[in-house]
């Protein structure tokens, strides 16, 4: 790792995009023992939790947009691991048996995932960052939908 500093580490929109590509490497390395990718595993994760959820639901609890959690739900029960079902005008996503086997394993990667990041950054550091940086999502975000 070159320890030199960047001309543009002082800008949080390069921090924080260099940050995320490092802890994606270490989150797509822990979740390998799932045979998912972080995003879909942790859509199982929610779903497995929250029997019923739907894509709406998943969509806030994920901060993604809805049309990348409809494709991940497609993905998903293509792969046999959630199923959806339609309930008046609504849609609600249910895990399947294979699924729910899985839950001991997700639940490992993301105690791996983060014993991996807390061992290089400190437990009392990374959860203190990750307040932070939470905290500042959501100012962002509100500030954001404001002005939109």
């Given at each position: ?78 792969r ?31 105690q ?21 940086v ?15």
């Open positions: 790792m070159n320890n030199q500093k960047n001309k543009y580490c002082g800008c949080l929109y390069y921090s924080a995009n260099a940050f995320a590509r490092i802890m994606t490497k270490i989150a797509e390395e822990e979740f390998a023992i799932t045979g998912l990718a972080p995003s879909y595993a942790l859509l199982l994760m929610s779903v497995n939790e929250q029997p019923g959820i739907q894509p709406k639901s998943l969509s806030e609890h994920m901060q993604l947009t809805p049309s990348t959690v409809t494709r991940l739900i497609e993905k998903m029960e293509h046999g691991l959630v199923k959806r079902s339609s309930v008046g005008r609504a849609t609600e996503v249910h895990p399947t048996k294979k699924s729910l086997e899985l839950k001991s394993v997700l639940k490992k990667a993301w791996n995932l983060f014993k991996r990041y807390t061992a290089i950054l400190g437990e009392k550091q990374a959860k203190e960052l990750t307040t932070k939470y905290e500042a999502f959501l100012r962002l975000d509100q500030e954001y939908i404001t002005n939109d």
